[in-house]
């Protein structure tokens, strides 16, 4: 059996890429192309020094770190928070 397939794009952010593409394979309904093989789309891989690395594994630990002191402490982060300007 033949099924026709449309080509769709995918739009998120970087640090989700890997996820979504693995959680995609793994559904196993859409079949993903590696796109260094792709000759219209002209993409690098993205290739961070050390010390940016280190500031996002920096970070990454402290967003956990302040998630579970949230979730311990029964908070839930308010929704489109907006902040006037100058504050």
């Known amino acids: 059996m033949t ?3 449309a080509r769709i794009q995918i739009v998120g952010l ?10 995609l394979r793994d559904f196993g309904c859409v ?8 000759p219209e789309i002209s993409a690098r891989p993205l290739i961070m020094d050390r010390e940016t690395l280190r500031q996002q594994e920096e970070l990454t630990f402290l967003a956990a770190q302040v998630g579970g002191l949230m979730d ?3 908070v839930r982060p308010a ?5 006037p300007p100058g504050d």
């Open 3 to 5: 099924i026709e397939m």
């Open 14 to 23: 970087k640090q989700d890429l890997q996820v979504t593409v693995h959680a």
């Open 31 to 38: 079949p993903i192309d590696e796109i260094s093989e792709s």
């Open 72 to 74: 311990a402490l029964n």
């Open 79 to 83: 929704a489109n928070v907006q902040h």
